[in-house]
């Protein structure tokens, strides 16, 4: 199985910062990798799918790159409203899906 | 626009089978370009595939799960759903339904709002 490890578990950050977290598979699974969004009490929101391809309507300081093993969500200038916990997800080993821990976007 | 509604008994019995359905709107369970989900998550922890339907009926479980998973779908209702079996309190959680892209996937571009189930006696 593909293991998924995100780093920081979480980070404190202050709003317009630049903030990058990082995830890890166990083994590359090229660019099948995907990025939510989730807020309390609410279902994950899809971000960016295939490493780096912006969801529709998803604000543009949202950006991922990477392939391979290593793969990274950016987000340019922290808004108010993207304090959330944010999953990757990878799909190479369709049809096993398996997502990572998790990192949490708190307020410094 | 796309929208998925779980339903289903909140608290089920230890041993009992859990049972949910989704029902889909503003889309087609039968759609040949997607396929349809159902994640979970415990309180506090993170998102768990279950498995996965194609309108065709054809299924993909998570291994961890499969001996106790069954998904069905029902294009007449446009509905689809979950049954998992011999519940223990680790299977307590929020259970979401979601769409899942073929083309380009699978990765999940939409949700239900998600339902809390509770196994306990």
């Known amino acids: 199985d593909i293991q998924m490890t995100q780093s920081p578990s979480s980070v404190s950050a202050s709003v317009g910062d630049r903030v990058t977290i990082t995830c890890r598979a166990s083994q590359g699974i090229s660019s099948w990798l995907a990025w939510y969004q989730q807020k309390p009490g609410k279902a994950p929101k899809l971000l960016i799918y295939a490493a780096s391809s912006l969801q529709s309507g998803v604000p543009s300081r949202f950006s991922g790159s990477g392939s391979g093993t290593d793969f990274t969500l950016t987000i340019s200038s922290l808004q108010p409203e993207d304090f959330a916990t944010y999953y990757c997800?990878?799909?190479?080993?369709?049809?096993?899906?398996?997502f990572g821990p998790g990192t949490k976007v708190d307020i410094k | 626009q796309v929208q998925l509604q779980e339903s289903g008994p909140g608290l089920v019995k230890p041993s009992e089978t859990l049972s949910l359905t989704c029902t889909v709107s503003g889309g087609s369970v039968s759609s040949g370009s997607y396929y349809w989900s159902w994640i979970r998550q415990p309180p506090g922890k993170g998102l768990e595939w279950i498995g996965y339907?194609?309108?065709?009926?054809?299924?993909n479980y998570n291994p961890s799960l499969k001996s106790r998973v069954t998904i069905s779908v029902d294009t007449s209702k446009n509905q689809f759903s979950l049954k998992l079996s011999s519940v223990t309190a680790a299977d307590t959680a929020v259970y979401y339904c979601?769409?899942?892209?073929?083309?380009?996937?699978?990765?999940?571009?939409?949700w239900g709002q998600g339902t809390l189930v509770t196994v306990s006696s």
């Open positions: 997800q990878q799909a190479n080993s369709f049809p096993l899906i398996t």
């Open positions: 979601a769409r899942t892209t073929v083309t380009t996937g699978p990765y999940f571009d939409y």
């Open positions: 339907i194609y309108y065709s009926g054809s299924t």
